[in-house]
């Protein structure tokens, strides 16, 4: 909600801008399918070799990163199916990175539609999230020919996927709303937010795994403060070995999940709630 003093008017004349769902939740879902998939063709238009450009960054990381540790320093030997492991993780992580650092610009880089059309403007940092959940799904169609080729056979804890995709998009999204609709009036968010997602890399069993964590307060604090670290760790124990100690387990029970699950619950509701109240006035900030 904005006000605006017209010349002559006798009184202020309240104008309000179009809300984060314009009060049509189909046509922001509608809105939201289109602008990824027309986002998702755009990317690979012109490319000869298409979607192998999007597979080789986190082919090449992997590549990289697999021979700094098992090669060179041999400190993933008794690691049961790391390269499996490392890989699966820079996919997840890759996908939130993209997800959330590409949402942070996307109010600001649409702003000839955010001026001139009535839109639900939710649907430009939920298309972002969409676009890279394409590219994570078929990302992790190439990680199960690695998994089968690294001698992971299949089995029924493979379910479990759809269910932590769930979780890891919706965090994802809660970030992406957040960070989008302060970036249109804070402009330090982008680097603030460059530097987070160096430290959550970090701080997420992506190079490492927790049991190799000797201090057991830093690695409930990992668990407990970063829901990636337990999402990443039961989507190794789900999708590439059972042997090792699901996310429950390596926190020391099922309630202490309602640590990480409420803090991905928190950002989404708070990105929602962040979103919907500056929605209204964001072609006036830009």
């Known amino acids: ?21 314009a009060g049509d939740p189909r046509r922001f879902l509608t809105l939201t399918w289109t602008m990824a998939v027309l986002e998702f063709r755009l ?38 199916f790391y390269p499996a492991t490392l890989l699966t993780n820079i996919v997840l992580y890759t996908f939130f990175a993209d997800a959330t650092g590409a949402a942070v610009l ?12 009535d839109v639900p403007r939710l649907a430009i940092p939920a298309s972002v999230v969409v676009t890279a959940l394409f ?17 992971v056979r299949p089995h029924w804890g493979w379910l479990q996927m759809p269910v932590l995709l769930g979780i890891l998009v919706m965090f994802a999204l809660g970030v992406a709303m957040s960070v989008s609709a302060l970036f249109v009036r804070f402009r330090d968010v982008k680097p603030i937010w460059d530097v987070l997602l160096q ?9 490492w795994v927790l049991e190799k964590v000797p201090h057991e307060t830093v ?12 999402l990443m760790q039961q989507v190794r124990h789900a ?22 699950l409420g803090i991905v619950l928190l950002v989404f509701v708070g990105g929602f709630a962040i979103f919907t109240h500056e929605a209204p006035r964001i072609a006036e900030d830009l």
């Open 43 to 80: 990317r690979f238009f012109g490319s000869v070799l298409g979607y192998v450009w999007q597979l080789m960054r986190p082919l090449l990381l992997f590549g990289v990163i697999y021979v700094v540790f098992s090669v060179a320093f041999k400190l993933a030997d008794d690691v049961a």
């Open 199 to 207: 430290i959550i890399f970090y701080a997420s069993p992506v190079l």
């Open 1 to 21: 909600m904005s006000t605006l003093e017209l010349p002559g008017a006798p009184r202020a004349v309240v104008v309000k801008g179009p809300s984060a769902l």
């Open 239 to 260: 999708l590439i070995d059972p042997n090792v100690p699901s996310a429950a387990a390596s926190m020391g029970g099922w309630p202490h999940l309602l640590a990480p």
């Open 106 to 117: 996307s109010v600001l880089e649409r702003e000839n539609i955010v001026r001139k059309i």
């Open 135 to 151: 590219n994570l799904l078929l990302n992790l169609c190439a990680v199960g020919i690695f998994l089968i080729g690294s001698g």
């Open 219 to 230: 690695k409930a604090i990992i668990l407990h403060g970063n829901p990636l670290a337990p």
